[in-house]
Nanobody
Framework: QVQLVESGGGLVQAGDSLRLSCAAS???????????MGWFRQAPGKEREFVAT????????YYADSVKGRFTISRDNAKNTVYLQMNSLKPEDTAVYYC??????????????????WGQGTQVTVSS
């Protein structure tokens, strides 16, 4: 069993920064060349939307247009941890942020159904 635990959310003002972390426990995934982790977010009453993803092999990243240039996803393979550095936060970034992992991806990584494991979420609230 794999568990993903997010942390780092909070209440901030517009323009501030936050760094989210997602630690994986139970297994390591570096041996899987097709392993990837991603971040999604969901505001109340709205669909879960893609934020960013990173491929473990090579570290290639992809971002939603809404966060490109402001957010940075990274990973620490030794710690089995993925990070989301969020700068220049806007009120529209307010949501519960979830990390997700897929061991052997084949599908479009912007699709939440491509992922096998999910964290419990961490709340990010940005006031104006």
């Amino acid at each position: 069993q794999v568990q993903l635990v997010e942390s780092g959310g909070g209440l901030v003002q517009a323009g501030d920064s936050l760094r989210l972390s997602c630690a994986a426990s139970g297994r390591t995934f570096s041996r899987f060349g097709s392993y990837a982790m991603g971040w999604f977010r969901q505001a109340p009453g709205k669909e879960r939307e893609f934020v960013a993803t990173i491929k473990w092999s090579g570290g290639m990243t992809y971002y939603a247009d809404s966060v490109k240039g402001r957010f940075t996803i990274s990973r620490d393979n030794a710690k089995n941890t993925v990070y989301l550095q969020m700068n220049s936060l806007k009120p529209e970034d307010t949501a519960v942020y979830y990390c997700a992992a897929v061991i052997n991806y084949n599908n479009y990584l912007q699709d939440p159904t491509s992922y096998d494991y999910w964290g419990q979420g961490t709340q990010v609230t940005v006031s104006s």
